[in-house]
């Protein structure tokens, strides 16, 4: 599996890009290719998550499909939760 870091991702559109490491050319991905975490959430990246996955093909093209979140994004200042 090839592993990279989410670079961007639209919770309204349910896509995003991978930066993969090494090089090479991002990686699209949609929601449907990514596996849910629990199954009371949606389907969804983060930026800087940490992903493992393959690539897959799709009508236009290449995309990341079986994306799995190895590492979740760091918090940062005024995300922590309050208490």
């Known amino acids: ?12 559109g349910g896509y995003g890009w991978i930066k993969p490491d090494g090089v090479g050319d ?6 449907t290719g990514v ?9 969804s990246l983060e930026p800087g998550e940490r ?6 093909s799709r009508p236009k093209g290449q995309a990341a499909v079986n994306v799995r979140v190895i590492t979740t994004a760091p918090v ?4 922590e939760a309050t208490s």
């Open 35 to 43: 596996v849910r975490r629990d199954a009371d959430r949606a389907a």
């Open 51 to 56: 992903v493992e996955y393959q690539i897959g």
């Open 76 to 79: 940062t200042e005024g995300d």
């Open 1 to 12: 599996m090839a592993t990279g870091t989410v670079k961007a991702w639209s919770k309204s």
């Open 26 to 31: 991002n990686v699209y991905v949609h929601k």
